[in-house]
Structure formats: C-alpha cells, structure tokens
C-alpha cells in the first residue's frame, strides 16, 4: 500500500485524520454502572508503571500537517462522493484524499452485508515455553512471561444490547481491499460531560499501518442488531430498522491513534505496534443534534492506570466476530483472569505488555472494549487487538500514549 506523506509533523503521540464530514438529514440500562451522568468524567490520571518506550509521546497539542483541508467542498467534494473515495492509490499524493465526507445512503444493505472481518492474519512465533529471556535480536517473537492461558468458548451477550450492552457496537469501514468491520463502543468525554460523541476501538480499525494510510468512510451502529433474532443477511437486508440499528448510523468526523501504529502497525501480521493498537473517533449522528451518549444513554469511562495483566483475575470482552464460525451479527463475550502478552526482540521488551484472555473471538471482534469494574464503577480499559482465532485474544494495556491520543480527540472539540 502507498505510503501517506504527513508534511510538517512533529514525532507526537497521536496522529490525527482529517476525516471530516458534511452532514444532510436523512432518514435503558447500562454496564454495570456505566450509567450517563451529566457530572461524571472520565478519569484523567495515569500512572502505568510500565515502561512507555516505542509510544512516541509528547505532551501538548496537536495539529494537522500543512496543507492537509478541515473540509471538503466544491468540485473536490463531488467528485469525492462521486466515487473519488475508492481511489486508494491517491493517499499519499493529494491532500482532499484525508478526508471522509458524509456520503448519504452510502451504507446501503450490499455493503454491510459483504463486510469483513478485520484483524491482522499472523502472529509471530511463540517462544519456548519458559524462555524469557534470549531472542534473536531482530525477529520478533511472542513472549507469555506468565504461560498460556485457558480457551474459553465466547458467548453471546443477552439481547436486547440497548438494555445489555449499551454502549458496544458495530463499526463499519472501507479499505482498499472492500467493505469491512469491527467493534467499537462509546466512552466519556471529560470536554462535554453526559454529551460525549466519542467511540474507542483499535488502530487497525482505521488506519493500515506502516505504508498505508487512513480508512474511508467510517460509520459506528451502537448496538448492531439489537434483539439478536436476525443472522448477518437478515440484519443487512434491514439495517434501518429499530431492531437492527435503533440509534441510527453516526458518521466518523475526526480520528486519532498512536504515531506508533502509524509507523509500525500492520493490517495483515503482528507487530510490536500492536501495544499502542487504539484509536478515538469523534462522531456524528446522521439526524438530529443529540450526541451519542445521550441517545445511547450510556457511557464508559476509560481507566488509564488499571492494573498490568498478571494482576487482573476478572476481565470481560466484547465484540462482535465475524469469521466462522460466527457471521458478526451478534455480540460475544468472554471473561476471566488475564496474562501478559509480550512481542518483542527478548524478554523483558521495549514495548509494553499486553492484556492476554482465553477466548475464541475472531477477525470482527477487533476494538470491542475490554472492561473492569472499580469501586462499583465499569471501565473501559482495553480494547480487542490480536488473536489465533482459536484459544485467546489481546488488547494493549492504556498507559500515557493512550491518553494522549484520548484527550486529543477531547480536546478538538472542546
């Protein structure tokens, strides 16, 4: 894949996509505490105790590069909705190709429906049971300081999701390669308490990674098929409907992840970019002025200082998985104690060590929120990442990285 050119750009933590949209009009339980409050934030303070190393960090704001537009108009925004956006091959060349307007009925019930799971294909080796300490320098390996952990069969969250799982849902993309999906689920916004229009999900459900660029037209379903009665073709063939997306579409206008998986990530293989494997969009609802949490009447905050995976005995997953043998029409979930997942050089590594669940979650599955209960209250504190799509799954540990690409999608709209 070609190459986006960022002119201008400082090494900063979070890179931020001009994904921005022009919109028409068209047309409640929570987590376990996860409850909207309009004078609750999420927590701010971070305290990791890991090594940040690889994260690219900077403290401060961010900036999009010279020349790059905040909008799309004119003769550029036709042609882009009138079939500009399939032309991948110009993402390093012009800069109106950053952006994503809102194209209307764009998500029609054919492209939902061909959809595919995203979620890099291979991982590296794993090392020798017990072997944590020598590597062969330059190839990277899979390194379980802790051992491996014990499959567990996902199962499906109960329906109805708005009552179950209100703030997991669907998230719907285009590559160069089709139509595809992920998961993804609203978190708190510290700048618009109680109003927050901000999703979580991974890196590689926005952008390609090392010598690709950003996805294209970015739309999240909070609580995707609802009732959980229909398979994908019959949920496709109805998207509109209450029971399949009862808060509607929202469209991506800004996106922001790690300058790590940037520069290092990969679409198809396991990486060390896959520690810093998250993204923040800030979105918009396709009718009316309401924001996301509001409708969807829930919320997570996000935990930036929870605790290193040798030390969490209860950890839920979710998502919705869309290779076999599960078709992403309904949400799973997986739950347990946790282990580290290292890929590195050798053992101890450069790059922080990630959250390791049994789980047979797959490809679909990917940006689904990992979760933790603290003082009664739940927390998003991870997000689904990698997986052998047989016996577990990961998701990065949030340390300052994280929060840095968090509060910089706050912040843009303050």
């Not at 303070?45 to 537009?69: A, C, R, S, W």
């Not at 032309?87 to 029609?108: L, R, V």
């Not at 991506?252 to 923040?280: E, L």
């Not at 002025?289 to 997570?300: P, Q």
Request: aromatic share 10%; with cysteine; charged share 20%.
């Amino acid at each position: 894949m070609p190459f986006i050119r960022r002119r201008g750009l400082t090494a900063a933590a979070a890179v931020i996509a001009a994904v921005m949209v022009t919109t028409t009009a068209c047309s409640k339980s929570d987590e376990a505490g996860a409850k909207s409050s309009g004078g609750s934030t999420a927590r701010a303070d971070v305290d990791t105790g890991e090594d940040e190393g690889g994260g690219d960090t900077t403290i401060g704001g961010f900036k999009l590069p010279e020349g790059v537009p905040t909008e799309l108009s004119g003769d550029a925004l036709q042609k882009w909705k009138s079939g500009g956006w399939q032309d991948f091959d110009d993402w390093a060349s012009k800069a109106e190709d950053f952006a994503n307007p809102y194209i209307e009925n764009f998500w029609t019930p054919e492209r939902i429906a061909e959809a595919r799971a995203q979620m890099p294909t291979r991982l590296p080796e794993i090392a020798d049971a017990g072997n944590v300490s020598k590597g062969s320098g330059k190839t990277t390996k899979v390194w379980l300081p802790d051992g491996s952990v014990k499959r567990q069969n996902a199962s499906k969250v109960k329906a109805t999701y708005h009552k179950n799982a209100a703030p997991v849902g669907k998230l719907f993309f285009t590559t160069p390669q089709g139509s595809s999906v992920c998961s993804a689920a609203v978190v708190k916004d510290p700048a618009h308490p109680g109003k927050s229009n901000l999703v979580w999900t991974a890196g590689h459900c926005v952008h390609a990674g090392k010598g690709g660029g950003w996805y294209r037209n970015i739309a999240f379903v909070p609580s995707f098929n609802n009732t959980a009665k229909l398979n994908i073709s019959q949920a496709s063939a109805n998207y509109r409907a209450s029971n399949v997306s009862p808060y509607g579409l929202f469209w991506a206008d800004w996106a922001t992840t790690s300058g790590s998986w940037i520069k290092g990530g990969s679409a198809s293989q396991g990486t060390v970019a896959a520690a810093y494997d998250y993204a923040v969009l800030h979105v918009k609802p396709e009718k009316g002025a309401k924001s996301l949490e509001e409708r969807v009447g829930s919320a997570l905050p996000v935990w930036f200082d929870a605790p290193a995976a040798n030390k969490v005995k209860n950890m839920k997953v979710r998502g919705y998985p869309a290779e076999a043998p599960y078709d992403g029409s309904k949400m799973y979930h997986c739950q347990g104690a946790t282990k580290r997942f290292v890929l590195g050089h050798s053992y101890p590594s450069d790059y922080p060590a990630q959250y390791m669940v049994g789980c047979t979650m797959n490809g679909g599955a990917s940006g689904g929120p990992w979760f933790m209960i603290h003082n009664g209250r739940t927390y998003l504190v991870s997000n689904n990442s990698l997986s052998d799509r047989s016996s577990f799954i990961t998701g990065p540990r949030l340390g300052k990285n994280a929060k840095e690409v968090y509060l910089a999608t706050s912040n843009k709209f303050k």
